[in-house]
């Protein structure tokens, strides 16, 4: 019985030893993945795909999983929506945004989705995004779909 408590006493402080070494080994791989933060406030530019002009915003991505959106399209555009990281490290987003006419009247809605990827500096970051746009009925009348591009706003203290 003596030899055997010894034996425990040496192989489970090993086997404890190395697994927090393989441990803190997955971590940097674990950021080579792609695992890096989205949180935080962003200057995104969008380009249309679909021929529409190139539109900039700024988003702010919380860590709660809200993320919300103020962009510089006519009468000016406030969107919110909800996201959440996938496995790959990429960011899935849904937001949705009210449309206007000419006079700033609503005239529908539209629902944007947003794949995201946090680039190796943690202050970038690129992705696609399609947008169905609705009448107030919520009939479909089209869809626009790109890319972007973000750089991070760091604070200035």
């Given amino acids: 019985m003596q030899k055997e408590h010894k034996h425990c ?3 489970i402080p090993g086997l404890l030893t190395a697994l927090v070494l393989v441990c803190l080994g997955l971590a ?3 950021q080579a993945a792609g695992h890096r933060s989205i949180v935080g406030m962003w200057s ?3 380009v249309s795909n679909a021929g529409f002009p190139d539109a900039s915003a700024y988003i702010q991505w919380h860590s709660d999983g809200l993320e919300f959106e103020g ?6 555009a406030f969107c919110q929506g909800t996201y959440k990281q996938a496995r790959d490290g990429s960011y899935h987003d849904y937001h949705i945004a009210w449309t206007f006419d000419s006079t700033g009247t609503v005239n529908g809605h539209w629902d944007e ?3 995201t990827t946090v680039g190796t500096d943690g202050n970038t970051y690129s992705g696609t995004y399609v947008r169905d746009f609705y009448d107030v009925n919520g009939n479909f009348l089209f869809e626009d779909n790109g890319t972007m591009t973000a750089t991070r706003l760091n604070p200035e203290y």
């Fill in 9 to 11: 006493n040496r192989t």
């Fill in 28 to 30: 940097p791989a674990t």
């Fill in 44 to 46: 995104v530019h969008y």
């Fill in 71 to 76: 962009a510089n399209v006519a009468p000016g």
């Fill in 113 to 115: 989705t947003m794949v």
